[in-house]
């Protein structure tokens, strides 16, 4: 699994991005910021809330309100309390799960959605960018070293939007082992792929 | 709390708890510092799951967000406490204890308010950007006390007649019970409203020079009165 390349599974180096000075300039009311920031996070946020809404129109119009979220809250980030895109991106996913399961009547949201949405079955999206495409890379390559269980639990609460004692119902696995399994799952996953935080 | 509640820090990165356990998982973190650093970096790591789907949505989103945001108001920064740091005759809270309670607070409403349903959010950001204006107020105050094991810190601006009372390891009370804070006069107590079931800054306001900050344990939804003896008393002092 290691390839040639030196360490391919570390993140790209944070120093070179330009987010968090961007998102530090929109915290102050920068609009042009703003601008040059959505070029570099609609994409991922775009990709995460389509995994979990699944119906592109219902995609956009989370994302259009997870956009205006930041630029309304982004005086209030702080960087001391993790990278400016993992806050980003937790405010996307926090409301594309609040929008699936605010709609669901569970029924809607059937065992076979639920195995659609882990790792492997439902990976085939069409990645646009070449930053997409080297991340896709280096996180599946970390996946794979999670156990089975590890990496079905993490993928369909992440992906597919399920809460951990939905995921228990759908794998039919006990409530304690599937919250056991996401923490030392992300635990690997995190180990693997060298976050820093 | 139980011991197990430290587990939750994965499913809470994943934003997989059902409401009622992230409510008490959010709880806990405020004064758990290892689950809070874990769950930080677990994030990052959920950040790289989502990275790793990213793909471009429809063009013609950029200019419709883009003109929504010339017309879409930023909230307010929030601001920490002033470094002038007065404890009153009764505080007993050591430097960084106060530190403590500042960044539990802090956590409360950058971290955790923010990542709540749009219409709580609502209404929650209304009280937070109050709270913010008391903490950001030049002339502002601590007093602290202890409660049994828990401690309760006001930050008092005389200037806003308001105060921002931020407690940590309250006891829990049964569903029977609220506790209730009351603004204690010279010569008649006016109650300062509810304590939230969960621990967040509380905001008290329209105090009057003399008075103190009372704690007590009412009837579910409180008392016209104090009904019980006070837990604690923290004077405000305006000098
Ligand atoms: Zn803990």
């Known amino acids: ?197 | 709390m139980n011991e197990n509640v430290h587990t939750l820090s994965g499913a809470y990165a994943l934003d997989a708890l059902p409401p009622d356990e992230l409510r008490a998982f959010e709880r806990h973190m405020t004064q758990c510092p290892d689950c809070e650093r874990e769950v930080r970096s677990l994030r990052e790591t959920a950040a790289r799951l989502a990275a790793s789907v990213q793909q471009a949505p429809p063009p013609s989103l950029k200019g419709r967000v883009l003109s929504e945001v010339g017309r879409t108001r930023q909230a307010s920064p929030i601001v920490a406490a002033a470094p002038d740091r007065r404890a009153g005759p009764r505080g007993r809270l050591t430097a960084s204890r106060v530190t403590a309670a500042v960044l539990a607070l802090a956590a409360v409403l950058t971290g955790v308010l923010f990542l709540r349903a749009q219409d709580q959010l609502d209404a929650e950001r209304v009280t937070g950007e109050r709270i913010a204006a008391v903490l950001a107020a030049p002339d502002t105050r601590r007093v602290s006390a202890r409660v049994g094991e828990a401690t309760a810190t006001a930050i008092y601006s005389p200037r806003k007649a308001s105060a921002v009372l931020v407690t940590a390891g309250m006891r829990e009370l049964p569903a029977s019970q609220d506790y209730q804070l009351w603004l204690i006069g010279a010569d008649e107590i006016r109650s300062a409203g509810l304590m939230p079931e969960e621990p967040a800054p509380v905001l008290a306001t329209s105090i009057r020079a003399g008075d103190r900050l009372g704690i007590t344990i009412e009837p579910r939804g409180g008392s016209r009165q104090p009904t019980t003896r006070p837990l604690a008393v923290l004077p405000l002092p305006s000098s």
Do not use: N
């Open chain 1, 1 to 197: 699994m290691t390839g040639p390349e030196t360490r391919p599974e570390q993140a790209p180096p944070r120093a070179t991005s330009p987010v968090p000075d961007l998102l530090a300039r929109v915290g102050r009311g920068d609009q042009e910021a703003f601008s040059r920031l959505y070029d570099h996070i609609a994409a991922p946020l775009y990709g995460v809330v389509l995994r979990v809404v699944r119906d592109p129109s219902q995609a956009e119009e989370v994302l259009q309100e997870v956009l205006l979220e930041i630029w309304r809250l982004a005086p209030r980030y702080e960087a001391g309390r993790g990278s400016a895109m993992a806050w980003m991106t937790t405010i996307a996913h926090r409301r594309a799960v609040d929008r699936v399961r605010s709609e669901q009547a569970s029924s809607e949201r059937d065992v076979a959605a639920g195995h659609r949405a882990m790792a492997g079955q439902d990976y085939d999206v069409v990645i646009e960018t070449v930053a997409g495409k080297l991340e896709r890379e280096r996180v599946r390559r970390c996946l794979d070293t999670l156990t089975e269980l590890q990496r079905q639990v993490v993928t369909m609460s992440y992906y597919g939007g399920y809460s951990y004692p939905e995921v228990a119902s759908l794998l039919t696995t006990p409530l304690g082992t599937v919250k056991t399994r996401m923490r030392d799952g992300l635990i690997r996953l995190r180990d693997c792929l060298g976050v820093e935080a």
